[in-house]
């Protein structure tokens, strides 16, 4: 089955990611149309891919018969309310995480998606990553977990993609209406989870929370079998772009540490420790893609030690989850990550933002 599918939002993840991974799966999927609020941005992105189809809105690129599935990557505050009608109208959907900014928004999606035969997708690529598959079937004989690190300390993908593509921005074009309407939703998207008075720390903390951490602990979550029991400790710092947390999983504590700034470089991975065995895996910056990707697995005894590497693996994440996507429509695969799934996020981060709240008013 050949999916044909519509884009909405036309920005550097569908430019760089998701528009050559689609073109590359041209037996799975034909890009039909695209939709961007930005015209001059819808203009040189499907000239320069060489799309027909061009709508103005979601709702008219929503209402073409001829598309099967749209991908969602508008600004995260309007996920949501595009996806539902996407699903109303009959398409599969795929949405860049975060599925939604707030529980109230999320909740009303997960009913929809209930509602519908429509299979939606939330694209948390990192755990379509082949190393981190393999760390997964490595915890199958791992014996009992003793200690988990997880990491996110890394520079924003401009320092790395500028040196490798060039991205198309809006030429100040926007209706200026719009922005006033997608501001105004995000902060009081912003101000259901983190309260109409919290200071700019919380809030960036927050943004950071869906964007950048969203990756790993939906990725920790799946790793290890579900949520923690409670959050331990957070602390927010460096304007929110720092974060540190410390999560009870009954028998063994998690550490994750987050942090954004100019440094170039991306640290970004997992480790999992139980008495005598480990397992360590690193993801790569995800805007130079088919970067080389290896599971280190450690075991040791009282007279040996043993290292073993499987991988490199090179196979992008994007392309492996847009595959996952098309298996779920056309042969009825199990779908790994649904808006239901992604409840544990947005209840681990109002956890998270709660301890470091109470850290702050120390």
Same mark, same amino acid.
């Given at each position: ?46 000239? #320069?891919?060489?799309?027909?189809? !061009?709508?103005?809105? =979601? $709702? ?5 018969? /001829?598309?099967? +599935?749209? %991908? ?5 505050? #309007?996920?949501?309310?595009?996806? !539902?009608?996407?699903? =109303? $109208? ?5 949405? /860049?995480?975060? +599925?939604? %900014? ?26 379509? +990553? ?233």
């Amino acid at each position: 089955m050949r999916l044909r599918v519509g884009l909405v939002g036309l920005g550097e993840v569908a430019q760089l990611m998701h528009i050559p991974t689609l073109h590359k799966l041209q037996e799975q999927f034909e890009l039909t149309a695209v939709h961007d609020v930005s015209p001059s941005v819808l203009a040189r992105v499907a000239d #320069h891919w060489k799309i027909a189809k !061009r709508y103005d809105t =979601a $709702a008219a690129l929503f209402a073409d018969p /001829e598309i099967d +599935a749209v %991908l969602i990557l508008s600004p995260d505050q #309007h996920h949501g309310e595009q996806a !539902r009608a996407a699903i =109303a $109208a009959g398409k599969h959907v795929f949405i /860049e995480k975060p +599925a939604c %900014l707030t529980a109230a928004d999320l909740e009303t999606l997960v009913a929809a998606e209930a509602a519908s035969d429509r299979v939606v997708m939330v694209g948390y690529m990192r755990r379509f +990553a082949p190393a981190f598959m393999a760390a997964k079937q490595e915890l199958t004989n791992f014996g009992p977990i003793s200690y988990v690190r997880v990491r996110d300390v890394i520079c924003e993908g401009p320092w790395f993609f500028n040196q490798t593509d060039k991205v198309v921005t809006p030429n100040g074009d926007i209706p200026a209406a719009l922005i006033d309407e997608s501001r105004a939703l995000r902060k009081a998207m912003m101000d259901a989870m983190c309260g109409a008075d919290a200071p700019a720390i919380v809030r960036r903390g927050y943004e950071v929370m869906t964007g950048l951490c969203s990756h790993s602990l939906s990725a920790m979550r799946d790793l290890l079998g579900g949520s923690p029991k409670r959050v331990i400790g957070a602390q927010l710092s460096q304007n929110g772009e720092q974060l540190t947390a410390m999560f009870d999983y009954g028998s063994f504590t998690a550490i994750y540490e987050c942090l954004i700034d100019d440094i170039a470089r991306f640290d970004a991975g997992i480790e999992v420790f139980s008495k005598n065995k480990r397992l360590n895996f690193r993801y790569n910056t995800p805007y130079l893609r088919n970067l080389p990707m290896t599971l280190e697995v450690q075991e040791s005894t009282g007279d040996s030690n043993l290292v073993r590497a499987l991988g490199p693996f090179h196979k992008d994440a994007f392309q492996i989850e847009l595959e996952a996507f098309h298996a779920s429509i056309a042969n009825g695969a199990p779908n790994r990550t649904p808006p239901s799934d992604s409840r544990e996020d947005i209840e681990l981060f109002s956890k998270i933002l709660a301890v470091a709240k109470s850290t702050l008013a120390e």
